[in-house]
């Protein structure tokens, strides 16, 4: 069986999982899927903060993409990010978008505040291309 590829997201705000289901069946053909990240910290936010795990870029990652898995996962984002600011307006809060690898050697992170949906997108595509 050939490695599942992970990426996972949070919000201060919502935690996304009744979302889950529906992206992950979507997912499900690519080899895909969304996971809850382990070991977030609580307390009450200032900023209404999502943060997204990517996975890294591997042979199945580039057979995702190549499917058409990532078109798929970035349509889903675009949603859960549309509605993660939507509470985030609601509250008058500040949006902070961490982007990040989940785990492994290599960590590093993009910090994004109040960012359009295409400033999103276009910044997990370079964060894509600059860890190929």
């Keep these: 069986m050939s490695e599942m590829i992970e990426f996972s997201i949070y919000g201060t705000q919502d935690n996304f999982c009744d979302d889950f289901q529906e992206i992950n069946e979507q997912l499900a053909p690519y080899n895909a899927r969304f996971v809850m990240p382990s070991g977030l910290g609580a307390g009450i936010p200032i900023d209404s ?29 675009s949603k859960l990010y549309a ?7 609601e509250k008058n809060m500040n949006c902070v978008v961490y982007i990040s690898r989940a785990k492994g050697p290599d960590y590093n992170e993009i910090k994004i505040e109040n960012p359009t949906e295409e400033v999103l997108l276009h910044t997990i595509d370079r964060f894509f291309d600059d860890n190929v």
């Excluded at 903060?49 to 984002?77: C, Q, S, W």
């Design 83 to 89: 509605k993660f600011t939507k509470h985030a307006k």
């Design 49 to 77: 903060i999502i943060h997204i795990f990517l996975p890294f870029v591997t042979e199945a990652f580039k057979t995702f993409v190549l499917n058409g898995g990532y078109d798929i996962f970035k349509m889903r984002i």
